[in-house]
């Protein structure tokens, strides 16, 4: 019996080690690009629903940085983000940042879709931005438009 109580104690202790490692690895990994010598650009959005610090910075759906913080400009009350990029990626003067979400149910990240001619220098900012679409305000207008432009015959009858 006692040879049992030491046996469920080495487990809840292996178990307890894995869990603090990747705990450890995923601090580690949180907010960092995955090249170095990288650099910060900004964009401001009306919505930014879905996105928060350690949201991926995706350019034709490849992960090029990080949402490294999430803030209010008080003059305009729009939220300002803050991007991490790898320092090989260029960001071009006329592109377009937009809040996208994987599926339905999925996380948010920063969609940049490059245009233009020359390059955004570090610290500076996206000009073209499209924020979060809320999906039940949209389904609700959606749903309220659906009886316009009927007369009352037409609505009532099957």
Known sequence: ???????????????????????????????????????????????????????????SGVKVGVVRAVGLDPDTYDARLTLALDGDIQVLDESTARIATDGLLGGGYVAIEPAGFETLPPGGEIPNTQGSVDLLTLLASFAQGQGQGQTQEEAETP
């Open 1 to 59: 019996m006692n040879f049992e109580r030491w046996g469920e104690t080495i487990v809840g202790a292996a178990v307890a080690f894995v869990a603090v490692g990747f705990f450890v690895f995923a601090a580690a990994q949180a907010g960092q690009t995955s090249g170095a010598g990288g650099y910060e650009l900004f964009a401001r959005f009306q919505r930014v629903d879905g996105v928060g610090v350690g949201s991926d910075v995706r350019v």
